[in-house]
């Protein structure tokens, strides 16, 4: 089975690398375009065997899946070029939040399916986020969460909450290392260990704090009511966050709901009148 990648930028390179550290893909049946050729040419020394061609429509003609992963905006001037290579049996996969699995099943015949990826992938963890257009059989869906499981968690959701669950799922690693760091930025200013220990103890809490959430048994409340013996140091900590932190999620969830319907209106113009859905 071959897989094409369309757009060999930071999300298309870290799929393709993470597939081929699982083992899931060989270089042999992955077969890349982009736009600038430095970045396949380079894909292509890394990993002799991987096919790289020089236009879209190449890589799509004899590829079974197909991940889109170019940005937004550039997607309409793709599914221009490729749309005619395309049959029913094929699968596309756009990588990108904003643009709509109905809009694409309405430009392509192909069979699509909307998965949105995580820099966690390049050490095969986090979620992938997985929407599944109307053309998608079971098979086919087996076939994308076998792949995506070799390198993540899929979790499958409606369209409609993809917004909110990219927040978590794709841009949350920024969110916490920003945290990670500004943490690490006071406990230097104010006690003197070094801002390098800091964030090295820290990065090692949070990926322990996630495993306890995720295969140790522990719910969030569980968790902090382990930790924060009453009138303990914990509970001051906690009382802290407690006040300033609450609002600042909400928003930062308006913030980002801002942005990605301002993204969409852009979309809308380039697609025309097919566009449609906005998030809630
Ligand atoms: N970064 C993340 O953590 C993350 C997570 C989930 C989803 N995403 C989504 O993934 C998408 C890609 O993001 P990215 O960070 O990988 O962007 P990026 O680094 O800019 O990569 C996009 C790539 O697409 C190529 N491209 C543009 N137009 C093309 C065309 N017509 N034909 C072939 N290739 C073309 C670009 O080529 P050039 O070399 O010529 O510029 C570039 O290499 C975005 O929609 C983003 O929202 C990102």
Redesign the pocket.
């Known amino acids: 089975m071959r897989v094409a990648f369309?757009?060999?930028?930071?999300?298309?390179s870290l799929l393709i690398e993470a597939f081929l550290r699982s083992g899931a893909l060989l270089p042999q049946s992955i077969c890349a375009?982009?736009?600038?050729q430095?970045?396949t040419k380079l894909l292509a020394q890394r990993h002799p065997g991987l096919h790289v061609v020089r236009s879209?429509v190449e890589a799509v003609q004899g590829s079974k899946i197909i991940f889109l992963?170019?940005?937004?905006l550039?997607f309409s001037?793709?599914i221009a070029?490729i749309t005619d290579a395309l049959d029913e049996k094929q699968i596309i996969v756009s990588?990108?939040?904003p643009v709509e699995v109905g809009i694409l099943e309405q430009l392509t015949p192909a069979k699509v399916a909307k998965i949105?990826?995580?820099?966690t992938h390049s050490v095969h963890s986090g979620s992938s986020l997985c929407i599944y257009g109307k053309r998608i059989r079971p098979e086919d869906r087996l076939l994308l969460e076998q792949l995506m499981s070799s390198i993540s968690t899929p979790f499958t959701l409606k369209e409609t909450e993809t917004r909110i669950a990219?927040d978590i799922a794709?841009c949350g690693p920024a969110f916490m290392a920003y945290m990670l760091q500004l943490w690490a930025e006071s406990a230097e200013e104010l006690t003197g260990i070094s801002r390098e220990d800091a964030l090295k103890l820290g990065s090692q809490m949070l990926l322990g704090t996630g495993k306890l959430l995720t295969e140790g048994g522990f719910t969030t409340n569980q968790l902090i009511d382990r930790v924060s013996v009453p009138g303990g140091v914990t509970a001051q900590g906690l009382a802290v966050l407690e006040s300033g932190l609450r609002g600042v999620f909400d928003r930062l969830i308006e913030a980002t709901h801002r942005k990605y319907d301002e993204d969409l209106s852009k979309l809308h113009t380039l697609f025309g009148p097919l566009s449609s859905t906005k998030n809630p």
């Open positions: 369309i757009g060999t930028g930071s999300m298309g375009s982009n736009r600038s430095s970045k879209n992963c170019v940005k937004p550039d001037k793709v070029e990588i990108t939040s949105v990826p995580s820099i990219s794709s």
